[in-house]
């Protein structure tokens, strides 16, 4: 998992601030040792070593403001003073002094453009070399293990700021992934709550419809009456959608509870012609239902209803609402054809959603659904949700 963007922020600050910290424990660590010595030079190198530190401190406090511009020139000042107290301190001073080259050459790095940071450090090596010359000649032993490392610093130090890069790039990947994730966990919801609403819906008032238009001519009241059906269902319809693009629950369920509101579900596919009867009934002790289980739980069963009312050519379709300890479950029970759930193929049954998208919408609440079924012999399905959210792992 990528780093989130405090922890680069403070990965990156971290590495930043290293070569400040080494620059000014050397420059206080010189200081300190000309004042123990008092001699005549204290007076002489001090103020430039102070001048030094000064407008290292001052660049990086104003270094925003110093802007494109200033930057490069702070820099020549910092090599011009840094390259004045390496030449004028006495050899054993010196010694220690010439390390300001490492972050010297990690602040040139900072440099805008592309050549201003190679510059900078080819000018910060050619000063380091100076000075190490004038202590003890040109001496290899001596010369190269700083100039090693300041080329190793600031490999390093440009690595860091390519992974740097990268992973705030990958984060951003990361973050445009999880939102589409989002979208099109969202398209599939509603693709769900479209199925278990407008779709069964309107095949049942399609039914309507086509017996009015059989019945139209021979038996003119009854016609009409289907047809005042399926204003009314539309109507209801309405609601129904109303409610998914407001992400509200069914109309009435919060007001009367899920027991009302699957009498009420069960009461319309019964009264649709050429349906099978349809009953309901309720097990164990009614208790609250939160909104959000009740919505799923009333869905899923109105889907499972349409499929048996529909497919399965059931004489009578039995609903059954349990309460249950910590638990409730619809039953929805048939004596139509049957069939083998095994041999189901995902996306075959329902017109693309069915079972397949009961099982997500439950999984999402911690809920379940089990079908069985013989061909021949009826089917019953159960979806099972808990009553509340089971504590995750290390809460409170």
Not at 384 to 392: K, N
């Amino acid at each position: 998992m990528p780093p989130s963007r405090s922890a680069l922020r403070r990965l990156s600050l971290s590495a930043w601030h290293l070569p400040h910290l080494v620059f000014l424990t050397v420059v206080v660590g010189t200081l300190a040792r000309l004042i123990a010595v008092h001699t005549w030079l204290c007076w002489i190198i001090a103020p430039p070593i102070v001048l030094l530190a000064v407008a290292y401190v001052g660049g990086l406090a104003r270094w925003d403001r110093l802007g494109t511009r200033g930057r490069p020139a702070w820099l020549g000042l910092l090599l011009l003073l840094w390259g004045y107290v390496c030449w004028a301190l006495p050899s054993e001073l010196a010694t220690g002094y010439v390390w300001l080259a490492v972050p010297l050459a990690v602040v040139a790095q900072r440099m805008p453009g592309r050549r201003l940071p190679l510059a900078g450090l080819w000018l910060t090596t050619a000063l380091l070399v100076a000075a190490l010359t004038r202590i003890g000649g040109f001496d290899l032993e001596l010369i190269a293990p700083p100039t090693a490392a300041i080329w190793a610093t600031v490999a390093l130090h440009r690595a860091q700021d390519r992974l740097m890069r990268e992973l705030a790039a990958t984060r951003g990947e990361l973050a445009a992934q999880q939102r589409e994730a989002g979208r099109l966990a969202e398209r599939a919801r509603l693709a769900r709550d479209l199925h278990d609403t407008l779709a069964q819906e309107i095949a049942g008032s399609r039914m309507l419809l086509q017996a009015a238009d059989r019945d139209w001519e021979r038996r003119p009241d009854s016609a009409r009456r289907q047809v005042r059906t399926v204003v009314d269902a539309l109507g209801t319809h309405l609601a129904e959608t109303r409610g998914i693009i407001h992400d509200l629950t069914p109309p009435g369920l919060d007001r009367d509870g899920l027991e009302t509101a699957l009498h009420d579900l069960c009461a319309r596919a019964d009264a649709a012609p050429g349906a099978p009867a349809v009953s309901v009934s309720t097990r164990g002790e009614p208790g609250p239902v939160p909104a959000d289980r009740a919505v799923a739980l009333l869905r899923v069963t109105r889907g499972l209803l349409a499929n048996a009312c529909e497919h399965a050519r059931a004489t009578h379709v039995r609903v059954t609402l349990h309460h249950a300890d910590g638990a409730v479950a619809v039953e929805v029970s048939d004596d139509g054809t049957g069939f083998d759930p095994a041999a189901t193929l995902p996306g075959r049954e329902g017109r693309g959603f069915g079972l397949t998208a009961a099982r997500d919408r439950l999984a999402q609440l911690e809920g379940t659904l089990t079908v069985d079924g013989v061909p021949g012999r009826g089917t019953r399905a159960r979806a099972t949700v808990p009553v509340q959210a089971r504590a995750t792992a290390g809460a409170a």
